[in-house]
């Protein structure tokens, strides 16, 4: 400015902007917290910025929120690790505060701090924290340490380890259940820490106690964490400890919880041995495929083919396989698309005799099925269906579903099968293809959705490198070419879409040939959309056509509609005619 | 209520006999009647003979009942065996009737499975007509509940009203998701029962026979955190009964009034900080403005601590407009009864204050007025510089109601008056609020309001009103000049840390400065 640079003096100018009105302002200063602590220097940072920002807590949310990211990337500039405890102490107060972003925030800031520091700071300065928040007055600070404990435990001395162990027994069993929520989901990072012979006294106590809680909210918590937490004990610890206290849940009252099991059975399986699976687990699971409740059944479903991988496969079939056979005649149908999504890898299980004898059956019925997620999961994994059971046997059941759904009234129903359409394309063959499929594809680029339009275009893109230029030239091009007498604007504006999708793919000559003479023509077309359309694709061929082509076709055309007297139309021909100026240049 | 007197018909079916070992003791009255024929042919199968309505009582000891077994799906294998109506309490000996009602309760602990409205439509009215029954006894009830009474009643509400909630059909979330605001409030398909038993446990809790001192035993804490849990139901008629009756047991049962406050606090709690979700806030609320009404004053400290930590942070949620006229009064109450807490609450609204939704604002402004309708000078000059400088952006607002209503404000006499007689502070605040509307707001009632408003500070003190307005052309003038300033100082400040880091980096060693020097 004009005036003689004042002095600067970083703080001064933090304190002004924080006092700001505007939040975003305000906002913004935080954002920049490290470009005043580099121009601080770090020996001034510690001693004036960190103390300045611990008692300016009082601000929005939102920048408390952007304060307690910024400051666990900030060791760097307060010195390195030997001084990283001084960010202890503004992220103290940020673990106290109301709003549940912020605390989260601040306790993530803190674990990634926390994890730097040195041990013996990690002792003195960092667990103190950690029982100060423990024992805070406020549930806030309570909630906030229980994500704590993990990165203390390690280094501490034996007999603080027994406290911190007693001191986490103590918040799960907080008089607020907003502290016990906290406590048991956080248990599984805390056990990580915990020696093992703890880890089944104290830990699995805790873990006892949460799954007996009062409030349905914390033992939904509990069972959450319970395949991590079984993953860390010893199989057959696994089964005597958290193998009951599950199987009981598998039965609870609350259909939230029984939810819950469905989902992490299967997790929990890999910490248990054979036995227990065939004796406890497996009825269990059984149990929750026959649900009342459809959540329960949708989440059981998605899991059937894990678990089939674990099982051997005449327990497969002899438990798994009939409620399969339920499952994919279920009332609702969201069931029957998680069954849908996941039911074909249960062939290499169960291997081909039974494949064909049991699966194959259940396959076709849901490749008919009235819900068109059901038939699209099972059109999705196609490829794992074709290993097994072979092409022909598939083909006649499958196109009478995928022309259906190419024509479904749900424009993202058709988006889905188009974006499969390459897959089936290779797995089918060019014979198959253009008997059934070809004529969909074309269809599809006169749909009235746009996102139609668009993926129908790139559809053919992938077709052509699929099935190769040659096979395009015959097959794609003179249909596509067509479009150009379209009287719709729309579809003459997916043809150009779809020449500069196709243009790289079929190379230099088929491209000046075939394509550029249809672009040029277009370029008089009465509507301003389609001419800087038309700009824009002549810009995106000047890499793919001979230079000598640029300079007799191309910029011809784009000199014209720069003098058109549409803004837009000369806006994108003059790009198109600098970007053909960049490369002359530079070649 | 059952005006037939039937012929005893007992009969037997063919079904097992592990059966009967689990319906067998609860069985003592029978009598049955085809008097239901007319709606056994809803069954269609040959079994529905069997089910009876009866009025007749028969000794315990009978064991050749008619069996049925009903198909329940609940949690897989309750057997309903031999569900039948048991006689009218009129036509037992007085002495037997406590028996008799213990009987029933036993028999409402069936719970029928509602989402298949063709199954066990018998058992399902002998229930309904029992649980009438129940419901006029305790009405009409004389000599206090006995133990063991209060046990089994507690024990059949329970049973019936303890469930956890069907999940939402997803159809709901994914596809009609567009229109989410109007959906339809979920009913219940289980009404029919759950109604009366909401009734009879009101009846009874109401009840001058039942003690508070021996019921507390079974109306214990476990029973009101299970009641608690319940307002989050989808069905408002169901969370009308739960208002009602938690609110009777506040009155009646005095030791568990602070866990119940606390129990809803957690509620609140979890509701604000964790899910934002909950059907029952307004419900809840309606209770706790009753119970603040009551308070004794001065205020204790705790209640003053469930106004900050709980009442103001509702105002977070997105879904304020669920329960927002609640929440107002029982924020006005504390105001209106201890008006220094109105400071607080006023600072308490500015941290909330919503910053894009502008029907919520509309709510704050509204609360806004009756808190300072309440609000004395002292507690107004305290708070009034940050409530200014919220009501010069809400003046600012293009929504129109928002300015509308900010303006508004200049209507009530007594926001007027503290208004004027802090002129000193607050005009030079909202001032450049006031011009900006006086030039160019797009609504016309907006623009008049404020040339109103700008007319009654400049009639009242013409020359503060000068004063500012100079500031205010200052201002704008330097507008430019102080945002090229800050961009500046922020550029020099870039440069600094720079020069710093170089120099810094210059000091520790020569191969490290080389590595960083590039970047730096």
């Known amino acids: 400015m004009s005036t003689v640079e004042a002095p600067l003096y970083p703080i001064a100018v933090l304190i002004d902007e924080l006092k700001n009105d505007d939040i975003q302002l305000r906002l913004n200063s935080i954002r920049r917290l490290s470009t005043i602590a580099r121009a601080l220097g770090e020996d001034r940072t510690r001693s004036e910025l960190i103390p300045f920002l611990s008692e300016n807590n009082d601000d929005d949310d939102e920048v408390l929120l952007a304060m307690a990211e910024e400051l666990g990337v900030f060791v760097p500039y307060v010195g390195g690790v030997e001084h990283a405890h001084v960010l202890l102490t503004p992220l103290e107060t940020l673990c106290t505060v109301e709003e549940t972003c912020v605390r989260d925030k601040a306790v993530e800031s803190l674990c990634k701090i926390g994890s730097q520091m040195r041990e013996n700071d990690l002792i003195e300065r960092f667990t103190p924290l950690v029982k100060r928040l423990a024992a805070g007055e406020w549930f806030t600070a309570r909630v906030s340490a229980c994500g704590l404990f993990h990165i203390a435990y390690p280094s501490a001395p034996e007999t603080l380890k027994t406290e911190l162990r007693s001191i986490y027994g103590q918040l799960c069993q907080d008089d607020m259940p907003m502290v016990r929520r906290s406590a048991a989901s956080n248990l599984w990072k805390f056990a990580g820490t915990v020696e093992s012979a703890h880890l089944k006294a104290d830990i699995m106590q805790m873990f006892e106690d949460l799954t007996q809680d009062d409030q349905d909210t914390v033992r939904l918590l509990a069972v959450e964490g319970c395949a991590a937490l079984g993953k860390l004990l010893e199989p057959q610890d696994c089964a005597a400890r958290i193998l009951p206290v599950i199987v009981n849940f598998s039965q609870d009252k609350s259909w939230r919880v029984r939810y819950m099991v469905a989902n992490q059975l299967y997790e929990l399986c890999e910490a248990l041995g054979p036995e227990p699976i065939r004796t406890d687990l497996l009825p269990a699971y059984v149990r929750l495929l026959r649900d009342n409740e459809a959540e329960v059944r949708i989440a059981a479903a998605g899991k059937v083919t894990k678990f089939c991988q674990i099982l051997s496969p005449e327990l497969a079939i002899q438990h798994i396989l009939p409620c399969v056979k339920e499952l994919s005649l279920d009332s609702s149908q969201h069931v029957r698309a998680a069954l849908a999504s996941v039911v074909m890898g249960m062939a290499p299980v169960l291997g081909k005799d039974a494949t064909i004898e049991q699966l194959l059956p259940i396959f076709l019925s849901l490749l008919k099925d009235e819900f068109p997620d059901v038939r699209l999961n099972i059109i999705s994994k196609l490829d794992q269906v074709n290993q097994v059971i072979g092409i022909d046997l598939l083909s006649q059941s499958l196109l009478p579903a995928i022309v259906e759904l190419a024509e479904d009234r749900h424009w993202r129903v058709r988006l889905a099968i188009i974006e499969y359409i390459p897959l089936l394309a290779n797995q089918l063959g060019v014979g198959f293809f253009d008997d059934k499929l070809g004529g969909l594809c074309m269809q599809w680029l006169q749909d009235k959705v746009y996102s139609i339009r668009d993926a129908a275009a790139k559809n053919l893109k992938h077709l052509a490198e699929e099935f190769g230029p040659d096979w395009a030239m015959q097959h794609i091009i003179p249909q596509v070419l067509e479009i150009a007498n379209d009287s719709h604007y729309l579809h003459r504006m997916t043809l150009l879409r779809a020449i500069s999708l196709l243009g790289p793919v079929m190379g230099s000559e088929i491209t000046c040939s075939k394509l550029l003479p249809v672009v040029v023509n277009a370029s008089k077309d009465r509507v301003p959309n389609i001419k800087f359309n038309v700009a824009k694709v002549l810009q995106s061929l000047i890499s793919v056509v001979d230079q000598s082509v640029v300079e007799k076709t191309i910029r011809p055309c784009l000199v014209e509609l720069s003098e058109d007297p549409d803004v837009d139309v000369r806006y994108f021909a003059v790009q198109g005619l600098q970007s053909i100026d960049q490369v002359t240049m530079s070649s | ?520």
Request: aromatic share 10%; hydrophobic share 40%.
């Open chain 2, 1 to 520: 209520m059952l005006k037939q007197i039937l012929s005893k018909l007992p009969r037997k079916s063919s079904k097992s006999a592990d059966n009967r070992e689990h319906g067998g003791h609860h069985n003592a009255y029978y009598s049955n009647v085809s008097g239901g024929g007319s709606r056994s042919s809803d069954f269609g199968t040959g079994k529905s003979g069997n089910l009876s309505v009866s009025s007749f009582a028969v000794s315990n000891s009978t064991a050749d009942v008619g069996w049925k077994s009903a198909d329940l799906k609940q949690n897989g294998n309750h057997m309903l065996s031999s569900y039948e109506a048991m006689p009218a309490f009129k036509d037992v000996p007085t002495s037997e009737r406590q028996n008799l009602f213990v009987k029933k309760l036993n028999l409402c602990c069936m719970i029928f499975d509602f989402t298949d409205p063709t199954k066990n439509l018998k058992e399902k009215e002998i229930k309904r007509q029992t649980l009438l029954e129940l419901v006029e006894y305790v009405t009409s009830a004389n000599g206090k509940f006995s133990d063991v009474v209060l046990q089994e009643i507690v024990k059949m509400v329970s049973a019936n009203l303890f469930r956890s909630f069907n999940p939402q059909p997803r159809e709901n979330k994914v596809i009609e998701g567009v229109d989410l605001e109007e959906e339809e409030p979920s009913m219940d398909p289980a009404w029919p029962h759950l109604q009366i038993v909401y009734e009879f446990l009101l009846r009874f809790i109401a009840s001058p026979e039942t003690d508070a001192k021996l019921a507390k035993r079974y109306v214990d804490q476990p029973f009101i955190l299970k009641l608690l849990d319940l307002f989050d139901s989808e069905d408002p008629r169901e969370r009308e009964y739960l208002k009602t009756i938690l609110h009777r047991i506040y009155g009646k049962f005095m030791v568990h009034r602070p866990f119940i406050r606390k129990a809803i606090n957690n509620i609140f709690f979890r509701f604000i900080f964790e899910t934002e979700k909950h059907n029952g806030i307004a419900e809840l609320l309606e209770i706790l403005g009753s119970i603040i009404n009551g308070f004794a004053l001065p205020l204790k400290e705790e209640h003053k601590v469930f106004l900050v930590r709980a009442l103001i942070p509702l105002h977070k949620p997105k879904c304020l407009a669920m329960y927002h006229q609640q929440l107002s009064y029982c924020i006005t109450q504390f105001v209106e009864k201890d008006c220094k807490l109105a400071d607080t609450v006023i600072r308490g609204l500015l941290k909330y204050w919503p910053i894009t939704n502008s029907s919520k604002e509309v709510m704050f402004l509204n609360e806004l007025e009756e808190v300072l309708e309440a609000t004395q000078p002292p507690e107004f000059q305290r708070c009034m510089m940050p409530l200014f400088r919220q009501i010069a952006r809400c003046m600012n607002s293009l929504h129109f109601q928002v300015a509308e209503r900010a303006l508004f404000l200049w209507n009530n006499d007594h926001i007027e008056n503290l208004i004027i007689q802090n002129r000193k502070v607050i005009l030079p605040i909202i001032f450049p609020a006031l011009e900006k509307n006086a030039r160019n707001h797009w609504n016309q009632a907006v623009h008049s309001l404020t040339l109103n408003v700008r007319k009654i500070f400049n009639d009242l003190d013409p020359e503060l009103f000068k004063e500012c307005l100079l500031k205010f052309q200052e201002d704008e003038s330097k507008e430019d000049e102080a945002e090229a300033k800050r961009e500046n100082t922020w550029k020099r400040l870039e440069e600094l840390a720079e020069k710093k880091a170089f120099h810094s980096e210059a000091t520790v060693g020569t191969s490290e400065s080389m590595a960083n020097g590039s970047s730096g």
